[in-house]
């Protein structure tokens, strides 16, 4: 994995690439001192990874990651404990670690960024997975293409290797990435809220701080969704 390290403090930046050069197969392409060069960084180059401090001059991690689009995975590296409920509001984060960090604590962070790597790899198959035709959504199932009306689908689950649609008459489970699904739908219904659930926009009965209930389903929102799902609301 390609990962850079942003950290306003130099001493703290030698520490976690002295931490990375124990593990195989990472390699350090940059290192910045604040969270601005690294957006114009970012803006031409892409990594796997981000070693990314909170408490930054002006410029603060949480600051950073509401900037850059689609930011790749991130471990937050910081002397502050008290972020760590806000943090894992955030998609793109693999873990937060607590300075001084041990080894044995970097490795764990580093497993799990590896882990969601091979995750995030899109399933292949011989055959189409989902296709649309006008109002229609097919999904393969069984070797099988059964058709789903597309408005009466309420919600989209990930688990694992698989996708639930929950629709008005009947739930499906598909072999696919929510990724995959998600390209087939109409941007103009549906909105991803949360790493794992998908909502028809339409179908929110109610809002109430990070979450919506949608049916009998009530589905987290992750913070860095909610200003998108409140966009599309019809607000009084």
Do not use: W
């Amino acid at each position: 994995m390609n990962y850079i390290i942003i950290d306003d403090e130099a001493t703290a930046r030698a520490i976690i690439s002295q931490l990375c050069s124990n593990i195989e197969d990472l390699n350090v392409i940059e290192e910045f001192p604040n969270a601005i060069q690294a957006i114009k960084y970012l803006n031409q180059n892409e990594v796997d990874l981000i070693f990314l401090d909170i408490h930054m001059p002006d410029f603060t991690g949480f600051d950073f990651i509401e900037t850059i689009k689609n930011p790749p995975r991130i471990i937050l590296t910081t002397s502050d404990s008290n972020f760590a409920i806000q943090a894992f509001e955030y998609d793109c984060i693999v873990d937060y670690l607590v300075k001084p960090i041990t080894q044995e604590r970097f490795n764990k962070a580093i497993q799990k960024a590896k882990s969601q790597q091979v995750q995030s790899a899109p399933y292949q198959s011989a055959e189409p997975v989902e296709t649309t035709s006008g109002n229609d959504l097919y999904v393969n199932i069984d070797r099988r293409l059964i058709k789903i009306d597309i408005p009466s689908i309420y919600l989209v689950e990930a688990k694992g290797d698989y996708i639930y649609v929950k629709a008005e008459n009947q739930n499906y489970t598909v072999h696919s990435t929510l990724k995959k699904i998600e390209d087939k739908l109409p941007n103009d219904l549906f909105l991803k809220v949360h790493r794992s659930y998908i909502i028809n926009v339409s179908k929110i009965i109610d809002i109430e701080d990070n979450s919506v209930l949608i049916k009998k389903d009530v589905i987290p929102v992750s913070r860095s969704n909610r200003p998108e799902l409140m966009k599309r609301l019809n607000l009084l």
